[in-house]
């Protein structure tokens, strides 16, 4: 899948629990769709009142050269009993070729019956580069998400939406777009937020979704949503490192049904954790070495065995330095530090052990 695309290139369907209460297929040639623009007629390659595709080729405009715009539009219908019954997304399919220079020429639209103008969707500009043979209309599948969840009751009753052209000129531009199904889907909240495998500076988050792309965020207890630190995930499982010691954090995550962040669910949250205490009890490491204690600023380390990782901690617990210097011998500058006991942890193949240091 091309991350440039706008549109999404069809892998599967969104999979959805419950029954989809919109299935609307358009069966072009269907004489319920309206043709309009400013186009040359031999440039409307397909017509899908009357064939079932709908095919839009710039080298036919005349003169050559010249601006057009052509668009194909659906009769309206009503989404409101889908919103009712609690699926507030589209899920639009579709086969699409484009030669080059379709960008920002093709573009999906709905009507907002609100302010009687046609508004372009936000998952619905063409994507870059070519796709698809056009000369054939030998085209590739997308689906292209839609969340009406903030419409009102005349928007959801007068729906309608359009494929529309306008070509500023190219000879080069063309498009041409199959039939099209639209089906509704809801996207409900993730369940059953757990933690587990509880460290002092690292856990394991666990959720059930639907699909298999969410958003997680998280921070310490209590943070609003939005001022989180925030994650994309593609499993219903986060391995959350980088946390600190005997501290309270909450965690929240939605799934996003269209892995586009076109139609997402809402947060469910906030699940409460609190980190293990880093333990204020030493814990030597065989075959190693520390120097002087108490120091000014350095303290020097020699080990029998490499030594992968170093923490500083203060005594809450939180994680104030981090080294890993792959070396058996090394020195570690505390001048940063004010004046303090601090507990140093270090970790080599054989084990760790955590050693209580005062800074003078």
């Known amino acids: 899948m091309k991350k440039t695309l706008t549109f999404i290139l069809f892998i599967a369907l969104f999979s959805n629990a419950s029954a989809q209460i919109l299935n609307r297929s358009e069966n072009w040639p269907n004489i319920s769709w309206t043709l309009g623009g400013t186009y040359t007629p031999a440039a409307l390659i397909f017509n899908p009142t009357v064939d079932n595709k709908f095919k839009f080729d710039a080298a036919y405009v005349s003169p050559p050269g010249s601006a057009t715009t052509a668009y194909a539009a659906s009769p309206s219908f009503d989404l409101k009993p889908a919103f009712d019954g609690g699926q507030k997304g589209l899920n639009i399919s579709f086969d699409i070729s484009y030669a ?29 580069g070519s796709q698809g043979v056009l000369s054939t209309c030998a085209n590739d599948p997308v689906n292209l998400y839609f969340d009406f969840t903030t419409f009102t009751t005349n928007q959801l009753q007068n729906f309608r939406y359009r494929f529309y052209v306008n070509d500023a000129g190219n000879q080069f531009t063309g498009v041409c777009v199959s039939s099209p199904v ?33 958003v997680i965020q998280y921070g310490l207890q209590g943070f609003s949503l939005g001022s989180g630190t925030q994650q994309d995930v593609n499993i219903s499982t986060y391995f959350l490192n980088g946390l600190s010691a005997s501290t ?5 995550v939605k799934e996003d049904c269209s892995n586009s962040n076109i139609v997402v669910s809402a947060w469910a949250g906030p699940q409460s954790f609190t980190t293990t205490s880093l333990g204020l009890e030493e814990r030597k490491l065989q075959g190693f070495k520390l120097y002087p204690n108490p120091t000014k600023n350095i303290i020097s380390m020699d080990s029998e065995k490499v030594l992968n990782e170093i923490k500083v901690f203060n005594l809450s617990g939180k994680e ?13 500058d505390l001048s940063a530090l004010s004046s303090g006991f601090y507990f140093i942890k270090v970790t080599t193949e054989s084990g760790s052990g955590t050693y209580k240091v005062l800074k003078n």
């Open 320 to 332: 104030l330095m981090k080294l890993k210097p792959k070396k058996a011998q090394t020195n570690v």
């Open 248 to 252: 309270n954090y909450d965690f929240y």
């Open 100 to 128: 080059a220079s379709a960008e920002l020429v093709l573009t999906v639209q709905y009507w907002n019956a609100d302010t009687s103008a046609w508004v372009i969707m936000p998952d619905g500009m063409a994507p870059i």
């Open 182 to 214: 639209i089906t509704s889907l809801s996207c409900p909240a993730p369940t059953g937020l757990i933690v587990s495998n509880i460290n002092t500076t690292d856990v394991t988050l666990g959720w059930t979704g639907v699909g298999s792309s969410f």
